[in-house]
């Protein structure tokens, strides 16, 4: 196939957000510092000490990151209103949380799906 012949590249279906969860109380208590840092709007620093030297990449890149004062409200706008939005006109899409135990999965999913379900009751 000629390149002028080739097909247009179709939009990103998959949007990848981090989001950092602040310290709790037990980690503040116990002088924990958070191993994450968000340094831009899509980017997260790895900053644990013990992995000085290693050959990892320490910084790592996402469509959107988000720090942990970030409220849901915020998320649930730029990251997720557009898909719940979909949704409501029928179209199929999903939203799932990835992270280990207490990362704050259902934290933000019950935060953004409060947001969603108001959303569709203010449409109805
Ligand atoms: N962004 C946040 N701001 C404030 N508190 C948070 C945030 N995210 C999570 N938390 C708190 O941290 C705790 C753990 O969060 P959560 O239960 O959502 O984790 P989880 O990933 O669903 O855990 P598990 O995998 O064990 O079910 C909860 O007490 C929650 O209120």
Redesign the pocket.
């Known amino acids: 196939m000629e390149k002028t012949q080739m097909p247009v590249a179709r939009e990103e279906k998959i949007l990848v957000l981090v989001?950092?969860?602040?310290l709790?109380e037990k980690e503040i208590a116990a002088n924990e510092a958070a191993d994450w840092e968000c340094i831009n709007d899509t980017t997260i620093l790895y900053r644990n000490t013990l992995r000085e030297g290693s050959n990892f990449p320490s910084a790592y890149s996402f469509d959107r990151v988000y720090r942990?004062e970030?409220p849901?409200r915020q998320i649930y706008e730029d990251g997720t209103k557009e898909i719940a939005l979909s949704v409501v006109k029928g179209i199929n899409c999903s939203i799932f949380?990835y992270?280990?135990?207490?990362?704050?999965?259902?934290?933000?999913?019950?935060g953004i799906t409060e947001f969603a379900v108001s959303l569709k009751s203010n449409q109805c």
Do not use: D
Not at 19 to 22: D, H, I, M
Not at 99 to 110: A, I, L
């Open positions: 989001r950092l969860r602040p709790n942990g970030c849901t949380a992270g280990q135990t207490s990362s704050g999965k259902t934290y933000t999913m019950s």
